[in-house]
């Protein structure tokens, strides 16, 4: 799990093609130094596992599955990512809860100044849209937003100052591809939804929809 709130960004040192997908090299050498292998980071907001520490860099290996849904593959030698390490039970929980699982790409659609503020509206596709409601959060390329407008082909969110400067946000130009996740709680309300009223994929193999009165009930009866 992760928070959306940017440790600090890294430079793409190297990009591999292997079996089976990608290998990342990311130089950050102040980042990050009680990791170990086997730790999960987050790399523009798709979640990767140490593999291997090289002269101030570390090594992630990337899957087919994880390449061809999220923006890995766009990655250059040289360019620029957003890093997070995993949250701890202990610390503060300043964003929301990521978890580096990306749903799917959207792109950069508009950037304007809003006083000491800037505004940013990304499209996304229908499956993002539906689970993005205003004051709702978001993560863009690892970052936790707060959604402030929704539109009918993405959402607009403002960003302070102090996220601009410690994000590649800045560095995206008109029409660049960014990773999105939505709320993960927003997911179970939907799935519960669709499955209550049938129309979850998975339903016709479910019982007959029930209210959840009948739920809790059958929890006190220790049904």
Known sequence: MFTGIIETKG?????????????????????????????SVAVDGVCLTVTKFLRGAFLVDVSDETVGRSTISELRQGGS??????????????????????????????????????????????????LVIEKGSVAVDGISLTV???????????????????????????????????DMFAKYVQRYVRTFMGTDEDSTARPPRRGLGDMLKDLAEGR
């Open 148 to 182: 402030a407008r929704v539109f009918d082909d993405g959402f607009g969110v403002v960003v302070v100052p102090h996220t601009e400067e410690s994000t590649t946000l800045k560095d995206k130009p008109i029409g660049a591809k960014v990773n999105l996740e939505t």
């Open 11 to 39: 430079i793409v040192a190297r990009t591999e093609r292997v079996a089976g997908g990608m290998r990342l090299e990311i130089y950050a050498p102040d980042f990050g130094r009680d990791m170990t292998i086997g730790d």
């Open 81 to 130: 990512v957003n890093l997070e390490r995993a949250l701890r039970l202990s610390d503060r929980l300043g964003g929301h809860i990521v978890t580096g699982h990306v749903d799917a790409v959207g792109t950069v659609a508009m950037r304007q100044s809003a006083g000491n503020a800037v505004q940013y509206r990304f499209t996304a596709p229908p499956e993002i849209r539906e």
